[in-house]
């Protein structure tokens, strides 16, 4: 059998050549990495959550009419997504402060801000991607004005969606980070939402209880991450609510 050519590795994902043009295989490994890949560990079973809950939000923005880049499930660790040309930025939507902004401003965590905020940050590892303004967005070329404002309303209707569906599970829905791509239709380019989204990108507390369920559990050394995930999907229904760990069988005596 021929082998499948890899397009790109990135820390938590894989980017194979997809079966037909304009495509690529996405697979979701077990790796996790914080502080710019300072900390690194393998959680079993992550990629295969990520993969299910990725797939569930991206369904759920198709059906809502947001444009995104997945294509269907594939297996368990894969799904087959449209390609995109990859806008350089990090979209980030804040909802109540947390993680960076705190340290930035000195606001204490869990503030609720005002109305939702968007940030870009350049994605570039050696500079840690750095918060950047729009000013700069421009003036460097990675995108344009009608990009950024295309950008906002993306991020911003993935903002109601997501804390809705959360919502309706018992979580808050602090922040995420979302990546935007270009593709084209014919002679006319759109931007629309890719990567993944899933709780490697967003910041997750229970409403009732404030514990985290995101990936701030292995950025802090709070439990155990599989265990959070596992729960998110679970509320959601993307588990049966019978498995209560993805990975360890349960004895039955
Ligand atoms: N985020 C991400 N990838 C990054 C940086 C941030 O997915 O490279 C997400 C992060 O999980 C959080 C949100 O974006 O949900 C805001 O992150 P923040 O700027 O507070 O940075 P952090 O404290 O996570 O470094």
Known sequence: MARRKKVYEGK???L???PEPGTFVQYFKDDATAFNAQ???VIDGKGVLNNRLSEFFMKGLTQIGVPNHFIRRINMREQLIRSVEIIPLEV???NFAAGSMTERLGIAEGTALPRPIVEFCLKDDALGDPLVSEEHIIAFGWA???DLDDMVALA???NDFLSG???AVGIKLVDFKIEVGRVWDGDFQRLIVADEISPDSCR???IETGEKLDKDVFRKDLGSLSDAYTEVARRLGVLPSNVTHATKPTLIN
Do not use: H, P, T
Request: charged share 35%; proline share 0%.
């Open 165 to 167: 569906c959360f919502l």
């Open 39 to 41: 900390k690194k560990d």
């Open 156 to 158: 911003l209707r993935v």
């Open 92 to 94: 980030i939507v804040r």
């Open 12 to 14: 938590a994902k894989i």
């Open 16 to 18: 194979y050549e997809g």
């Open 204 to 206: 997750l507390w229970d």
């Open 144 to 146: 344009g004005q009608q």
